[in-house]
């Protein structure tokens, strides 16, 4: 797809949901954070000398956890991001926080049969979400698989051919399977991460504090930590910013495929299924008994990875 | 109380600043390792975490691999209080509370690896209950948190109010630490419980998701432990002049030539269940044992350390060998670091090889996780020495609060009410030893 | 006496350890409520507009068909047919008498746009998936509009194998891990293509 149709695709007025700001429980530490705050800013300079530019404001130290914020302070802190985007890189952007819809949830289904292993969906979920090339992070791993066999250990992700799909292989995608039963978040001390009403699970990066449980947790190698403060050139950044998921994060966090949440939830597909050479990725609402989703889920054989452990992924994949 | 509280800590500070030449320079050395530590620990915040060798496939290296094995140690603390005051094993009784100020260090240490390991040590107040988030009581690593902290508050308390009234020349109040001791107990053996229920928990990694882990975890902790508690106690002995019977020590051998036994079984009984029915969940015990892909780098580890494992097996049970200090304390030596390989290098790094989608990837320490994890064992040898010194005077009842009277740690701890310093001769001469 | 208070602190820790609930068997998803809105439109992106030499007829008015099976010299040269053991060359599909459309089987005439039909004739099942949104690619909204591309998108039908592809870069290797080191296990089975 041409760029000119991404963005136009991107100023159809369908696309933004008026109400962007979502307010749940309502902290009341307020006293107890004021109190800190001198503290705090002590705190703050003295890692400053250890961390250089990427030690965190006072007000980042302090910030509370997602569900604890209100819709202003939200909205102070998206605008304090954008400037701080506009002030480091140039680059105007525009952070939403879409709510999860009513009634929906998602699900995703891979044909394999078609996937030619080509890696478009890597580099087009690198792009969307605002993901560093070096050091590198992607939250789509494509395997090539030996044909006859579901065996990772006889697998590579490094491949690299002139003509795909090679002789013999079959190539398998792994990315954030949204389990249902999800152990990373179960894993996690803090509830940095959670699962949301629609399923997708989700990291506050501002809430993470970086102990990697839930990287040891994921059976699916789909979590990714920033081992270094993450750097995208400016020309790179896409400006369509969710403050859950490609907002810019930095070192110290894990992150994670959402789903494409700030497309999602405004009802665009995911950037790795509209960059799929060969239509073998399929997403939409488990609910709509209507929706492809569901008539792939039900006519096709479909399975899910390791599906032993219990964690009832919300990633299907299926050959026809 | 206050006033005697204020000459506790004066007299304790005194203590520990006053001492020998070697006793300035083992400061000195350790310090030093520990200011390399934070030149390294700061390099590390700068860069951030990949100044270390960790990687998405090996999100845990060796920071968490020491902890996991020093939680160990500080449960073993209760190896000595359990004879103590179970069985009234008088002998232990007189050097319970070296070993649970070995737990106060031990656990300080361990705090000290989890703040290092942690991508964002500035947000570590998320995880105070109340004022952060806390995923209780369903993540792992929140019942760890509770149950270290608790661990090292009990232990604190019991030590400093043994220690306090010790100094101000009074029986303690068994109603006041008795309870708190048998809590102790019990929750020992829940840090490495839950600290071994951390991997089993895995449904993710087929090399822990094993019942036999928190077993294992206990028994390699109660042989590594009392084995650095025998070491400990005869340097405090030659050292410090502390009356530590070879009773007592005896003991300690005794259980450790089970408890290390044990362990030699259960990882056997491991081995065996993994490797016969050859199954592919079995990748990360052939890694560890005999290479995979063609990456060998685990192998010379585990290896040694069964060998050195099997060795302090076999001096804790020959009479002949044992009955020699120095092999035994050769073989002591070779109990800590067997269980350190085997649980840091050998437990710890093959949950994740292959990863969870089979790549294969090698790690080693780099150079500031090296030097950070040193500083941190520094830090902890500091903090025991510094607790030693400031405790054991106390304990032998050189240092009391002005017009107390002296008690020795025999009367004190069993209210025999016999002569004072009766049973302090053999022990070559105190203070002056430094 | 001090079994009594092992007893209790035991019961102590017990409570402790196991206070917390031993959780809820994980249920499947659940499909049960209805979604706000139907998942919106499909549309089928016109295939036409596409084709450099339409309409035909522009050209074939004036020649008469020739059904036998040769090599195009003057036109469509890289046109050759690589599709199963299809008799009848091009009136195969295209139309003698009436060249701007195709026709099935039974004589039914379908315009380029359509011509899923005329693929569905013979692959029902990949028609059927196609149509359900099984097989293809659609982009543009889940919940609203979507284009679907037909068949002749992907597969060219005088060729319709999915034509091979480059892969984009590789992951590049972990940054503790020597290039020659990472490759030595699977060199083999990266035999294909270098």
Same mark, same amino acid.
């Given at each position: 797809m041409a760029k000119d149709t991404e963005t136009a695709l991107d100023a159809q007025p369908g696309g933004d949901s008026p109400l962007e700001i979502r307010e749940d429980e309502h902290g009341t530490r307020r006293a107890f954070l004021k109190l800190a705050g001198a503290a705090a800013a002590a705190t703050a300079a003295v890692a400053a000398t250890g961390c250089g530019s990427t030690a965190p404001t006072t007000e980042e130290f302090l910030r509370q956890h997602y569900k604890k914020l209100s819709a202003e302070e939200k909205q102070r802190i998206f605008a304090r991001i954008e400037e701080e985007t506009k002030a480091r890189t140039g680059v105007t952007t525009h952070i939403s926080d879409p709510p999860p819809l009513d009634g929906v949830e998602y699900a995703y289904a891979l044909n394999l049969s078609v996937c030619n292993g080509s890696r478009r969906c890597v580099e087009a979920c690198a792009r969307e979400n605002n993901l560093p090339d070096d050091p590198e992070i992607r939250y789509i791993r494509v395997f090539e698989m030996e044909a006859g066999s579901l065996e990772f250990e006889e697998a590579t992700p490094y491949y690299a051919h002139e003509n795909l799909p090679a002789k013999d292989k079959y190539y398998m995608p792994v990315q954030c399977h949204q389990c249902d039963n999800p152990p990373c978040v179960k894993a996690c001390p803090v509830q940095a991460t959670w699962k949301e009403p629609d399923g997708i699970v989700v990291v506050d990066y501002s809430w993470c504090i970086g102990c990697r449980f839930c990287v040891v947790a994921c059976p699916y190698f789909a979590r990714r930590f920033n081992w270094v403060q993450p750097d995208i050139p400016p020309d790179r950044i896409n400006p369509n910013q969710g403050y859950l998921s490609n907002r810019p994060r930095f070192k110290g966090v894990v992150e994670k495929c959402t789903f494409c949440l700030h497309r999602t939830r405004k009802g665009r597909l995911p950037a790795c299924l509209e960059a799929c050479p060969t239509g073998a990725r399929k997403f939409g609402n488990l609910n709509d008994p209507n929706s492809e989703i569901r008539k792939i889920i039900e006519t096709k054989r479909v399975f899910v990875l390791k599906e032993d452990l219990a964690t009832l992924p919300r990633f299907y994949y299926f050959f026809a | 109380m206050i006033a005697s509280l204020y000459r506790f800590g004066i007299d304790a500070v005194r203590s520990v600043t006053r001492g020998s030449r070697a006793y300035f320079l083992w400061l000195a050395f350790l310090v030093g390792w520990i200011a390399l530590g934070v030149v390294a620990y700061v390099h590390q915040l700068h860069v951030g975490l990949a100044a270390t060798n960790m990687l998405d496939q090996i999100p845990w290296g060796a920071y968490i691999a020491n902890f996991t094995y020093l939680v160990g140690m500080a449960a073993a603390a209760v190896m000595l209080v359990i004879p103590a005051y179970i069985y009234d094993d008088h002998e232990l009784h007189e050097v319970v509370v070296l070993g649970e100020l070995l737990a106060v260090a031990v656990l300080t240490m361990c705090l000290m690896f989890v703040m290092v390991d942690i991508g964002r040590p500035d947000r570590f107040w998320h995880l105070i209950p109340v004022l952060g988030r806390f995923n209780w009581p369903i993540s792992m690593l929140s019942w760890d948190v509770i149950v270290l902290n608790g661990y090292l508050v009990l232990n604190a308390y019991i030590t400093g109010y043994l220690i306090f009234t010790k100094y101000r020349g009074q029986r303690p109040d068994r109603k006041k630490y008795v309870p708190f001791v048998f809590l102790a107990i019990v929750w020992a053996i829940s840090i490495h419980t839950v600290t071994a229920f951390l991997y089993s928990g895995m449904g993710a990694r087929p090399h822990w998701n094993a019942a036999i882990l928190a077993p294992r975890f206990l028994a390699s902790a109660f042989a590594a432990g009392p084995s650095l508690m025998i070491i400990a106690l005869s340097i405090i002995r030659d050292k410090m002049g502390y009356p530590v019977k070879d009773k007592a020590l005896n003991r300690l051998r005794q259980i450790v030539a089970v408890t290390m036994l044990i362990n030699l079984f259960f990882f056997f009984s491991e081995i065996f269940t993994e490797l016969y029915s050859f199954k592919h969940h079995a990748a990360s015990m052939r890694y560890l044992l005999f290479g995979l892909d063609g990456h060998y780098k685990l192998v010379p580890y585990i290896w040694s350390a069964i060998a050195l494992d099997a060795f302090s097996a076999l001096v804790f049970i020959t009479p002949r060998l044992y009955k020699n200090w120095n092999v035994l304390r050769v073989a002591c030596g070779a109990a800590v670091v067997g269980v350190w390989v085997e649980k840091g290098m050998g437990l710890v790094i093959p949950g994740f090889v292959p990863s969870p989608l089979g790549e294969v990837i090698d790690y080693t320490p780099s150079f500031t996780e090296f030097c950070v994890s040193a500083a941190v064992w520094a830090a902890g040898a500091l903090i025991y020495t510094l607790l030693l010194k400031a405790a054991v005077p106390i304990e032998l009842g050189k240092v009391r609060l002005p017009g107390a009277p002296a008690l020795s740690p025999e009367d004190y701890h069993q209210g025999h009410g016999r002569d004072e310093h009766a049973d302090v001769g053999h022990s070559p001469a105190p203070e002056a030893a430094e | 006496?001090?079994?009594?208070?092992?007893?209790?602190?035991?019961?102590?820790?017990?409570?402790?350890?196991?206070?917390?609930?031993?959780?809820?068997?994980?249920?499947?998803?659940?499909?049960? /409520?209805?979604?706000?809105?139907?998942?919106?439109?499909?549309?089928?992106?016109?295939?036409?507009?596409?084709?450099?030499?339409?309409?035909?007829?522009?050209?074939?008015?004036?020649?008469?068909?020739?059904?036998?099976?040769?090599?195009?010299?003057?036109? /469509?040269?890289?046109?050759?047919? /690589?599709?199963?053991?299809?008799?009848?060359?091009?009136?195969?599909?295209?139309?003698?008498?009436?060249?701007?459309?195709?026709?099935?089987?039974?004589?039914?005439?379908?315009?380029?746009?359509?011509?899923?039909?005329?693929?569905?004739?013979?692959?029902?099942?990949?028609?059927?998936?196609?149509?359900?949104?099984? /097989?293809?690619?659609?982009?543009?909204?889940?919940?609203?509009?979507?284009?679907?591309?037909?068949?002749?998108?992907?597969?060219?039908?005088?060729?319709?194998?999915?034509?091979?592809?480059?892969?984009?870069?590789?992951?590049?290797?972990?940054r503790t891990v020597s290039t020659t080191e990472a490759r030595a296990p699977h060199e083999e089975s990266n035999g294909e293509g270098h």
């Open positions: - | - | 006496m001090l079994t009594r208070k092992l007893l209790r602190v035991g019961l102590l820790m017990a409570l402790t350890l196991f206070g917390c609930s031993p959780g809820e068997e994980p249920q499947r998803l659940h499909t049960d /409520h209805p979604p706000p809105v139907p998942s919106g439109s499909v549309a089928v992106m016109a295939r036409i507009p596409l084709l450099p030499t339409y309409p035909c007829s522009r050209c074939h008015e004036d020649r008469t068909p020739d059904p036998r099976e040769r090599q195009l010299t003057e036109f /469509h040269t890289q046109k050759i047919l /690589h599709h199963g053991v299809l008799g009848g060359w091009c009136y195969r599909c295209h139309t003698k008498d009436n060249i701007d459309r195709l026709h099935l089987q039974d004589g039914t005439l379908v315009t380029f746009d359509q011509a899923y039909e005329l693929c569905g004739s013979c692959h029902g099942d990949k028609l059927r998936d196609w149509k359900a949104g099984m /097989h293809g690619l659609t982009t543009g909204y889940w919940l609203g509009d979507r284009q679907r591309r037909s068949c002749p998108f992907c597969h060219d039908p005088h060729n319709p194998h999915f034509p091979a592809m480059q892969s984009e870069r590789e992951p590049s290797l972990p």
